[in-house]
T-cell receptor, first 114, second 110 residues
Framework: AQSVTQPDIHITVSEGASLELRCNYS??????LFWYVQSPGQGLQLLLK??????LVQGIKGFEAEFKRSQSSFNLRKPSVHWSDAAEYFC????????????FGTGTLLAVQP | NAGVTQTPKFRVLKTGQSMTLLCAQD?????MYWYRQDPGMGLRLIHY???????AKGEVPDGYNVSRLKKQNFLLGLESAAPSQTSVYFC?????????FGPGTRLTVL
């Protein structure tokens, strides 16, 4: 079955600390992988995506993610978190193709302490 | 270029009432989607469309209907609202494998 698991429901980090949000997926074909961010009361904004090629992808706002096929993972990282990064983060997987449908994880809520 | 817009932003319904949510996109995308977002459950796909005049069921289609009469618009209808349909509804459109989201509609059914 196709699925996305984000094992951390809630994470708190101090401002300036590094961040890693975990994402594991189950997908039968070559996956397209995404991270979206949702600020309170807002829609989802694309942070970064992986379709093929270099397994380390750079996104907006200083985020990066690494695709590890052997671990079925696509973890999101940031070396130094800013207070404005407090939001909910969603990992998603899809296959493109005829429908471009995505399967979303349940999200990780990030809080940033001053 | 407004991207994806949703109307209305907020709505309160009584059980049994009907309503239509409107999604519009100005990016000429073929694919459009309706999701619902509930706490702890992420986004779940209700219905989607791969082009004008086409619709298909997603993961949680019961109680909802959709129409895509024009390429730029995707309507989500609730014929007889139930409290279980209290949620935040997001529309998205897609091109080249990437989905672009609207700001959402917060619906409360009493």
């Amino acid at each position: 079955a196709q699925s996305v698991t984000q094992p951390d429901i809630h994470i708190t980090v101090s401002e300036g600390a590094s961040l890693e949000l975990r994402c594991n997926y189950s997908y039968g074909a070559t996956p397209y992988l995404f991270w979206y961010v949702q600020s309170p009361g807002q829609g989802l904004q694309l942070l970064l995506k992986y379709f093929s090629g270099d397994t380390l992808v750079q996104g907006i706002k200083g985020f990066e993610a690494e695709f590890k096929r052997s671990q079925s993972s696509f973890n999101l990282r940031k070396p130094s978190v800013h207070w404005s990064d407090a939001a909910e983060y969603f990992c998603a997987v899809g296959g493109g193709g005829a429908t471009n449908k995505l399967i979303f994880g349940t999200g990780t809520l990030l809080a940033v302490q001053p | 270029n407004a991207g994806v817009t949703q109307t209305p932003k907020f709505r309160v319904l009584k059980t049994g009432q009907s309503m239509t949510l409107l999604c519009a996109q100005d990016m000429n995308h073929e694919y459009m989607y309706w999701y619902r977002q509930d706490p702890g459950m992420g986004l779940r796909l209700i219905h989607y469309s791969v082009g004008e005049g086409t619709t298909a069921k997603g993961e949680v289609p019961d109680g909802y209907n959709v129409s895509r009469l024009k390429k730029q618009n995707f309507l989500l209808g609730l014929e007889s609202a139930a409290p279980s349909q209290t949620s935040v509804y997001f529309c998205a459109s897609s091109r080249d494998g990437i989905q672009y989201f609207g700001p959402g509609t917060r619906l409360t059914v009493l």
